[in-house]
């Protein structure tokens, strides 16, 4: 069992390659065909826990779309996530399917995107992972501003996932899934690779 400050057992579970396979081959006009891949920065570069993230369609996993790095830190009880932006991705892109190119990155590399924080809680059976309230976390897209609403979880079996982005003045939805959140499951375990 696991309790609300296991930085050990969220990071043993976020690190992985995950795919919402099913979920799009029973609903492809909805859901494109995701991986999310997560593996652990090593310890020697990044003391403090933190983890690496790509996530790319399945047909161009060497050219993902997303890659941040997430730090997990316990504050006041409970475990937090930051989010932070590579300073130059594309030197680092499928650092997440290459030990090699993931022992390259630094803390110099990186760079936090103020107002992503994320507040993490233990359910009793899973993590749930919320943007701290407040409409902080800002993202431009179709050269739209917007802000962030999301929610994750997860547990052994599954990542679940919604992250969607509305208009600050009208809360009216800009991006994001329009049908739900995505179901993810682990293809492979990277939980061995954590080292803290
Ligand atoms: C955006 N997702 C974001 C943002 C944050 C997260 C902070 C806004 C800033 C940014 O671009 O990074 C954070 N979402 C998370 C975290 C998790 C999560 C930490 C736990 C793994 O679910 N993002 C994912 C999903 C996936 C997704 C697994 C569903 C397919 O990690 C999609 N998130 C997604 C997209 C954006 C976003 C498409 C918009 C990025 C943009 O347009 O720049």
């Not at 009793?124 to 739209?144: A, D, I, L, Q």
Request: include cysteine; charged fraction near 30%.
């Amino acid at each position: 069992m696991s309790h609300a400050t296991d930085l050990k057992t969220l990071a043993g579970w976020m690190c992985a390659d995950f795919s919402n396979q099913e979920q799009a081959f029973e609903n492809p006009p909805f859901y494109a065909h995701i991986r999310v891949c997560i593996r652990p920065l090593p310890i020697a570069n990044f003391p403090e826990p933190s983890l690496f993230l790509e996530q790319a369609y399945d047909y161009a996993l060497d050219q993902p779309y997303r890659v941040r790095v997430l730090r997990l830190k316990i504050i006041e009880g409970r475990m937090e996530l930051e989010n932070y932006k590579l300073k130059d991705q594309e030197s680092f892109l499928g650092a997440a399917r290459d030990q090699k190119k993931l022992k390259e990155i630094s803390p110099n590399d990186i760079e936090l995107m103020g107002g992503c924080d994320m507040f993490i809680n233990w359910t009793g059976t899973s993590f749930k992972g919320v943007v701290k309230p407040g409409k902080n976390c800002r993202v431009t897209r179709k050269g739209r501003e917007t802000y962030l609403d999301n929610s994750f979880e997860i547990d052994e079996e599954k990542l679940i996932s919604l992250d969607r982005g509305y208009d600050p003045v009208t809360n009216e939805l800009v991006w994001g899934s329009v049908a739900g959140a995505f179901h993810f499951k682990r293809r492979q375990s990277f939980a061995n690779e954590v080292e803290f």
